[in-house]
């Protein structure tokens, strides 16, 4: 999961930043580093460069559920600043069809009112509900950052932004064949296998036998070279990830030989006794000779 923070800070002579971290743990003035923390050892990561800062957690667990700030100090007494409200992780794994919920919560007086938002690609914000956001059977478009608002009559703050990944098993793979048409013994073939999925899926094609006992093939692609009339027959590919498989429809292959023309000529011959045969007419085809009419006068014997 990806957490952003974008911070500004009262323009100062001689202020600088020192410190940049995200916590989700405080006590009497002291906040734990996540990196410094061990249930997050080598799963957090920082990004940090100008005025925004990126958590990353990796290997999601049910523990990090929780509400995650950020906070920098500066080489100034008074120079310390927490981001706020915080933002609240869903716990675990997002999978396609569950039931999530994002809550957004803020310290104020009088009690704030909040305003959900889903950043588009086009970053055009589109506000989604109050309070709380509910996706009773989530789907894998409904992945996206969002951020809450939270607003009194005294004035409103903007919480940083969570990033929802939704995952979902693969969907029907989908089959190609290239160079499309007819294929020639002898030509190089590639067979193409795709499918919609999250995490990336892994792909094995199949042959199906006459007596349809299934032989794996190769991953992703499958490549003939040279392919041969042998290799014609029936293919399909699954798709598998952490989450399912999907198996695409068969697909036929048709290997046709490759035309050979052969060349035959006709030789007509005039023999004699007491002498050697010698040519008189010669056809460069079976077509050509089959078509004449063939009068050799003065000849004892004709061969062809």
Known sequence: VNIHCTYRYPPRRY??????????????????????????SRRVKYNCENNRCTLTITNLRESDSAVYKFRFTTNQHDGKFTGEPGVTVPSGQ????????????????????????????????????????????????????????????LGNNTSKSISIDVTYPPKLPSVSVSPSGQIVEGSSVTLTCSSDANPAAKYTWYKTNGNLELQPLSKESLTFSSIQSSDSGDYHCTAENELGNNTSKSISIDVTCER?????????????????????????????????????????????
């Open 15 to 40: 202020l600088v930043v020192q410190e940049r971290f995200w916590f989700i743990k405080q006590s009497n003035g002291v906040y734990v580093d996540l990196t410094t923390d061990p249930e997050y």
């Open 94 to 153: 997002i999978v396609e069809g569950s039931s999530v919920n994002l809550t957004c919560s803020s310290d104020a007086n009088p009690a704030a009112k909040y305003t959900w938002y889903k950043t588009n690609g086009n970053l055009e914000l589109q506000p989604l509900s109050k309070e709380s956001l509910t996706f009773s059977s989530i789907q894998s478009s409904d992945s996206g950052d969002y951020h809450c608002t939270a607003e009194n009559e």
């Open 260 to 304: 050979t023309y052969l060349s035959v000529s006709v030789s007509v011959c005039c023999c004699s006794p007491g002498s050697r045969c010698s040519r008189v007419l010669h056809f460069y085809s079976v077509t050509d000779f089959l078509k004449q009419s063939i009068f050799i006068p003065k000849c004892d014997s004709v061969t062809v």
